[in-house]
């Protein structure tokens, strides 16, 4: 595991700039899983990922437009939200300093994260949103802090809502 700065994490990210978003889906509750690049091969289970692989899991989230807000994480009919961003490619991550707030935007669209916990490390580690970077083994893991850590050590998305 490795700590980074918001820069350092923006410049794992660069490569991922442009690519549209696919299989764009509400997991458990309100997860988000979003694929992006080419598929990798079916995991154990069947599952094909992209080579770059978003889940917020524990934020809350909302999606906007450029003049209104099209769901929030606590909303009815969320897939239906989310499919607004099937295609679309990502333009850009902005990472705030301190809370790891975080918009994915993708050209009008943007999917704002808001931590759910606050940053305790006698509490334990809450992780707000997980990338899986361009298929590496390499995960960009937002919670208490901004760190890089192998593809082995957070949990693989699996449960369907």
């Given at each position: 595991m490795t700590t980074v700065t918001p820069e350092q994490?923006?410049?794992?990210?660069?490569p991922l700039l442009g690519l549209p978003a696919w299989r764009v889906e509400r997991g458990?509750?309100?997860?988000?899983?979003v694929q992006f690049?080419?598929?990798?091969?079916?995991?154990?289970?069947?599952?094909v990922r992209g080579r770059w692989h978003l889940w917020v899991m524990m934020a809350a989230w909302r999606?906007?437009?450029?003049?209104?807000?099209?769901a929030?994480?606590?909303?009815?009919?969320?897939?239906q939200a989310l499919d607004h961003l099937e295609g679309r490619p990502l333009t850009d991550v902005l990472i705030t300093p301190?809370?790891?707030?975080?918009?994915?935007?993708?050209?009008?669209?943007?999917l704002r994260t808001f931590p759910l916990h606050r940053a305790d490390p006698d509490e334990g580690e809450y992780d707000h949103w997980l990338l899986w970077l361009d298929g590496t083994g390499?995960?960009?893991?937002?919670?208490?802090?901004?760190?890089i850590v192998r593809g082995d050590e957070p949990d693989e998305p699996d449960e369907e809502g």
């Open positions: 994490a923006r410049l794992r990210i660069a458990w509750g309100s997860f988000v899983d690049g080419d598929p990798l091969p079916p995991d154990r289970d069947g599952t999606l906007e437009s450029t003049d209104r807000v099209l929030g994480s606590e909303d009815a009919h969320l897939q301190g809370t790891l707030a975080t918009t994915f935007e993708f050209d009008t669209l943007r390499d995960v960009l893991v937002a919670g208490s802090r901004l760190r």
